[in-house]
């Protein structure tokens, strides 16, 4: 039926309507209420006064100024009211409803409060101070300057003038609150702040003030000094010092001390500059006040919170001022090494200590030891942990010697008597463990429908890696069995927080360094089996976790195999757990043990009868609709590794029939479908056969199909990687139907739009030719024709173009569905790419030569044989034709030649090198190129012929005047040669080895050309030497030492050579290979000449983001930064002036050895952080803001790394603040660009790219009080242009 238009109109209207009548306040209801809040009875006061809040908060309508002041005043009589409850309210509703008054009254309001705070009745300041402060809270912005005026004043006449300590200390808790809202405001900046200081600090100096006034001075001073100018955080601070010199009594000294301690917190960095004397006489206040035997002065507690006060300083010291706290660090490391243990109380009786320490924890649990309240000395050991935990998070670069020092002292705290520092001596050895290591993201590796390289597990794939370990984790590695020797005693405390504790300290150990807890974890077998059987469910998600992880990184298997009988059954009944996170860990637990048991498919243990019993408990999860979804998810994950695990044991058979139906269910439930599909995908990697799959072939497989129309392309691309491991596994057992299912619903994503699902798509095509041959002319007809319209495509590379060429040499094997003749007209098709830029021709010819080659070496003999005389005769048929489509066919031909060749030697057919060697002399740059190629091509496949060929004619064209053309080509050919013979095998023998023979040969040739004038010349000679390091290193590297010692005249020889190396690291060569060149590739960075220094800084470069080099240059970090300084820097004399008749045009010469210097520093960054990370980075993002818009986008994302890592972010936070002039004048400089719409384009795209930049440092910023780099964002927000694409960075749409 259809339904009125009108009358669904008509009922929106209503439901407008009557939405806007809500939103509109009635001023009778209004008048009403305020009557109410004077009424006797108090109920009806309390809820007259929140009804009235709620009626002008929710309305849009403004109350006119005569009812806003009836408001104000009903409210602040309601904070004198008799009944505590409807103070209470007036204070709440009034900071609320006052926001949303005019300013007149708001002001108006402020100066009332302060006024009743200043002389008030007494017996309810404390609800105005309140009052006062929950409006600050409340008030926006925007009504910055006017609390400034009505409050400010107020509250500093009440700190210095009256003479009341209740007015003083309500009044310094106002201000206090109004500094951290409000006081970045000008008219703050403006007024008399050294006033203000003197008057908090003249409030610290009598001694019969209250404890609550001193605290609330200490922090108010601590607000004051974050947004002091720097010469008056200057003169505070001096003040400060000499209060604490010249300090009379131990509580004096104390409050200055702590007193300097907030406002170390408060101003971060900026304190640095006051460290010199900071710093030793804490330090010496420190040593005095623990070095003395108080344990018996009545007054140790003033020493004990006074050397608190002074750690809590040097925590803050350590993470904000490094830099500053350098020269004092050893000292520091002393102390804290001593006062981690300090307990003056206790004495140390030797062997006995344990014995002691259990004996006291027995007597206290009975009440029978006193608790040791006078005892205050765990303060300071609580705080030298905390100093510790400061410098193992902030000086990452120390790490070695404080692990030296301090590793096996904190594990002797493990016996630490006050149980909080106990849990605090726990956490902070748990950061040392987690600074251990580096810890990455699993690399995602993309399918290849076959394993990359044979793996040793029940998995046809690798388990990942335990995190890396950092070089100077070996101290902490040392001291692993004395750690959990002192952990297990732990465990066994009968206090819970100690197990829990030191049982949380096991686990984080387990997930860091799994390979190194392993061996000790028989030791403390017992104690994981008692917290699994734990109430406490935090103990026991922590043991489950716990071995998760080591099996997850198990050594031995043996190991796990004999504990399998005793947790087996644990992992089972937290699987009946109350709380679903410890029934998922659970699940995963069992999920990871199961690869311990069976870790090779042909060592099955016998203890993997444990696992039995899991498949009732998982069929039970998988059936359940009501439980949590995580442990929906862990229970998938636990089947797809168990089924891995065991789907081939006859003895299991039974159990995996009866989950798999469930199991089905999964994959088509919209919930819990890409989990199930991620166990289904476990399951095809297992390399034992899954008996009982065949059964739920044909539902899993047309689910797949379907999922495929998905919008989600990252689900679609799950769905496609799945469908390459099932069928690649089980593709001969699935039915007809559904692989064509399959194929029609795949084929429509086989473009070049998303090449990584054409990979996928092509992946399941060869799958399907491979393990189902009769399948192979439903294949052929509906893949092939969308293959080959992706191989026309400029856009195909990488691994879907391998798969392409593996898919089409699997189609050539069926002659009787796909002729060869139709692939190779298909292929020889160039006349769409006419209309094509010259690059993208190329790159089309390239990938069809790869087509036709992949297509006619998969061919019989004879096939083969008329192919290469087709191409041959398509080469000569071309001479002295210039037409673009016989230039395209000559080109094409001469690249299928090639890389035929590279399968098949070709150097038997019949003129087959004559005409290569002709067409090098041909008059067409592009069929001279390809010629060239293709010899190199061939030569691959005939080393033992073809490569005496190339090298006598390199030789007998370096004897020719005029052949410097001819020569390069030719070089050319033997670069082909070398790189790829490098890299690949032929037959039994690699490559390189039917290549070493001949480098005798060749090193003197590529020796005599690394001094041609063309650079052309020269990189194919650095990139032929590069590869060569792999072949024969000892002669390469006897000729390099000779190219890189040429006298100052020979500097392309210098070049050539340097940049050699930068081939050898992209080619993955070992460290010890280029190991040698280190130091000429050091001083080369120092060269008089600029292209030998900018070759230098390349290769260093490719060094350090090398996955085997890196290493060599870790300890040379400095004198690359030093070298880089140097290089960065714009030099006028490398600026030349071009007449170019109108107008004159500058060119900078230095430019890109500037832009390389920055790069490198990139690399340097991301390869050696710790050394790295420091404001140097700072310095040259400075100078680097100043230069060209492309160092500029590469200054930024320098930037964006820097502040990507945490440990550095304590080093630069005080130069942030120098950022603000060079990104102010550089967005300034393009939002005028914008507002006069020239270079619109690259304008925006300078201006997002600042604001991303931005948006990583303002942060930092606003948690360490940068009040210049606030203000200056302020500021340049209200530039419309930048406030555009500033929002877009900040929602995260933006476009670049």
Aim: contains cysteine.
């Amino acid at each position: 039926r259809t339904i009125d238009s009108e009358w669904i109109l008509d009922i929106l209207g209503e439901v407008v309507q009557k939405h806007q009548s809500q939103m509109t306040m009635n001023l009778s209801s209004v008048s009403q209420l305020l009557e109410d809040m004077e009424n006797w009875d108090k109920d009806k006061r309390f809820m007259a006064a929140s009804d009235l809040t709620q009626e002008v908060t929710m309305s849009n309508q403004v109350l006119d100024v005569h009812l806003q002041k009836r408001v104000c005043q009903a409210f602040v009589k309601q904070l004198e009211d008799q009944s505590i409850d409807v103070q209470g309210n007036a204070v709440k509703c009034l900071a609320k409803i006052v926001c949303k008054f005019q300013e007149q009254q708001i002001g108006e309001v402020l100066a009332k409060l302060c006024q009743q705070v200043l002389d008030g009745k007494a017996e309810v300041r404390d609800i105005y101070a309140t009052c006062l402060k929950g409006l600050l809270t409340e008030l926006p912005a925007t009504c910055s300057a006017l609390a400034c005026q009505n409050v400010l004043p107020k509250m500093l006449h009440g700190i210095t003038s009256i003479p009341s300590l209740e007015v003083k200390e309500e009044c310094t808790d106002v201000f206090h609150d109004f500094l951290k809202r409000f006081g970045d405001n000008r008219i703050m900046q403006w007024s008399d702040q050294d006033n203000m200081a003197t008057s908090l600090l003249n409030l610290l100096k009598p001694k019969q003030h209250k404890t609550s006034l001193r605290k609330k001075v200490i922090a108010c001073i601590g607000a004051l000094s974050a947004v002091l100018a720097d010469r008056q955080l200057d003169t505070l601070m001096r003040t400060l010092l000499g209060d604490v010199r010249s300090a009379g009594s131990k509580s004096d000294k104390q409050k200055y001390i702590q007193c300097i301690s907030t406002v170390s917190r408060n101003v971060g960095f900026r304190i640095g500059q006051h460290l010199k004397e900071i710093a030793p006489l804490f330090l010496q206040i420190v040593n005095q006040a623990t070095q003395e035997d108080v344990s018996m002065d009545g007054d140790n507690e003033k020493d004990h919170e006074v050397v608190e006060n002074c750690l809590n300083a040097f925590e803050c010291f350590v993470l904000r001022s490094s830099k500053e706290m350098a020269p004092h660090l050893d000292e520091l490391c002393g102390v804290v090494l001593t006062l981690i243990s300090y307990d003056p109380n206790f004495y140390d009786s030797g062997d006995a200590q344990d014995a002691v320490m259990e004996e006291f924890e027995e007597f206290d649990e009975d009440g029978l030891v006193d608790s040791d309240d006078d005892d205050n000395s765990w303060k300071v050991r609580r705080a030298a942990l905390k100093v510790l935990e400061a410098m193992v998070k902030g000086l990452p670069d120390r790490l070695d010697e404080i692990y030296a020092k301090f590793a096996q002292p904190l594990i002797n705290r493990f016996n630490e008597r006050e149980e909080s520092v106990k849990l605090d001596v726990f956490t902070t050895f748990g950061e040392m463990a987690q600074a251990a290591v580096i810890k990455t993201q699993p690399f995602l590796v993309a399918s290849t429908g076959a394993p990359s390289a044979p793996s040793s597990s029940v998995l046809e794939v690798e388990r990942p890696a335990p995190p890396k370990e950092r070089p100077n984790a070996h101290h902490l590695i040392a001291v692993m069995p004395s750690c959990i020797s002192q952990l297990n005693k732990q465990m066994r405390s009968k206090a819970a927080k100690t197990r829990q504790g030191a049982l949380a300290l096991l686990r984080i150990l387990s997930e860091c360094i799994p390979q190194h807890v392993e061996p000790n974890i028989p030791q403390v077998k017992d104690e994981l089996i008692r917290a699994m059987k734990e109430s406490n469910s935090s103990m026991r998600l922590d043991s489950l976790v716990l071995m998760r992880h080591l099996a997850e990184n198990f050594v031995q298997a043996t190991m796990y195999q004999q504990l399998a009988t005793e947790l087996c059954p644990l992992f089972l009944s937290c699987c009946s757990d109350t709380y679903y996170k410890s029934i998922a860990q659970a699940l995963r637990a069992i999920g990871a043990y199961v690869y311990t048991l069976r870790p090779t498919p042909e060592q099955t243990s016998t203890e993997l009868k444990e696992m039995i019993p899991v498949f009732e408990v998982l069929k039970a999860k998988l059936l359940a609709t009501d439980i949590d979804q995580e442990v929906k998810e862990s229970a998938l994950e636990c089947l797809g590794n168990l089924v891995a695990c065991t789907g081939d044991l006859p003895d299991f058979q039974p159990m995996i029939q009866d989950c798999l139906p469930s199991f089905v269910e999964r994959i088509k439930n919209e919930v819990t479908r890409s989990t199930a599909i991620k166990a289904l995908r476990t399951i095809c990697m297992s390399k034992v056969q899954i008996i009982a799959i065949s059964s739920i072939l044909p539902a899993v497989g047309s689910s797949l199909s379907q999922y495929l129309s998905q919008n989600s392309r990252a689900f679609r691309q799950q769905c496609l990687d799945a469908l390459v491991h099932l069928i690649r596994k089980y593709g001969s057992s699935i039915p007809t139907d559904t692989t064509m299912q399959i194929l029609g619903d795949m084929v429509a994503f086989i473009t070049d739009t998303d090449l990584y699902i054409t990979d996928l798509c092509v992946q399941i095509a060869v799958q399907v030719l491979i393990t189902s041959p009769r399948m192979a002319a439903s294949v052929i007809e509906r893949c092939v024709p969308a293959v080959l319209s992706v191989c026309r495509s400029p856009l195909l590379q990488g691994s879907a173009l391998d798969s392409i060429l593996n898919f089409l040499s699997r189609v050539a094997q069926h002659r009787e569905h796909c002729p060869f003749e139709k692939l190779r007209q298909e292929l020889s098709n160039t006349s769409v790419i006419t209309s094509a830029q010259a690059q993208a021709q190329r790159h089309v010819i390239g990938t069809l030569a790869k087509g036709l080659a992949a297509v006619t070496s998969s061919s019989a003999p004879d096939v083969q044989k008329a192919a290469v005389q087709h191409f041959l005769e398509s080469v000569r048929k071309t001479a002295g034709n210039s037409s673009p489509e016989v230039i395209h066919q000559c080109e094409l031909s001469l690249l299928a030649l090639g890389e035929t060749g590279k399968y098949t030697d070709l150097s038997g057919v019949p003129g087959f090198c004559d005409v290569l060697l002709q067409q090098l002399e041909s008059q067409q740059d592009e069929i001279r190129l390809a010629a060239a190629l293709a010899l190199g091509y061939a030569t691959v496949g005939a080393m033992g012929t073809l490569l005496k060929v190339v090298i006598d004619n390199v030789q007998q064209a370096g004897t020719e005047a005029p052949g410097q053309k001819k020569q390069y080509l030719l070089l050319t050919s033997l670069r082909e040669v070398i790189a790829i013979g490098v890299a690949e095998r032929h037959g039994s023998r690699s490559l390189a080895e039917h290549l070493k023979p001949h480098v005798g040969r060749v090193l003197p040739i590529l020796q005599q050309y690394a001094d041609s004038q063309e650079e052309s010349m020269r990189n194919v000679v650095s990139e032929s030497l590069g590869h060569l390091l792999a072949v024969d290193q000892e002669a390469v590297l006897q000729a390099l030492t000779a190219l890189l010692s040429k006298e100052r005249e020979s500097w392309r020889m210098r070049a050539a050579a340097v940049a050699s190396v930068r081939f050898a690291a992209a080619k993955h060569c070992q460290a010890s290979t280029v190991l040698p060149l280190k130091e000429a590739l050091l001083q080369c960075l120092g060269d008089e000449e600029l292209q030998v220094r900018k070759a230098a800084l390349h290769s260093v470069n490719v060094v350090c983001v090398s996955p085997t080099c890196s290493e060599i240059l870790q300890d040379s970090t400095d004198l690359i930064l030093e070298r880089i300084k140097d290089d960065s820097k714009q030099r006028p004399e490398l600026i030349r002036e071009v007449d170019l008749g109108p107008f004159k045009h500058k060119v900078d010469d230095g430019l890109p050895l500037r832009k390389f210097a920055y790069t490198v520093c990139c690399s340097l960054l991301a390869a050696y952080p710790e050394q790295v990370a420091s404001p140097t980075i700072i310095d040259l993002v400075l100078q680097g803001m100043g230069d060209n818009e492309d160092i500029q986008v590469i200054c930024c994302q320098l930037l964006q790394d820097l502040c990507s890592w945490n440990f550095a972010l304590f080093r630069i936070m005080g130069r942030v603040g120098d950022l603000v002039e060079p990104f102010d004048r550089c967005i300034v400089r393009w939002s005028k660009q914008v507002q006069a719409k020239q270079q619109v384009g690259r304008a925006m795209d300078m201006l997002r790219l600042y604001a991303r930049t931005l948006k990583v440092v303002e942060p930092i910023a606003e948690a360490n009080q940068h009040k210049v780099f606030v203000d200056f964002m302020g500021r340049i927000l209200k530039d419309p242009a930048f406030a555009q694409v500033y929002e877009q960075a900040t929602a995260g749409k933006d476009s670049l």
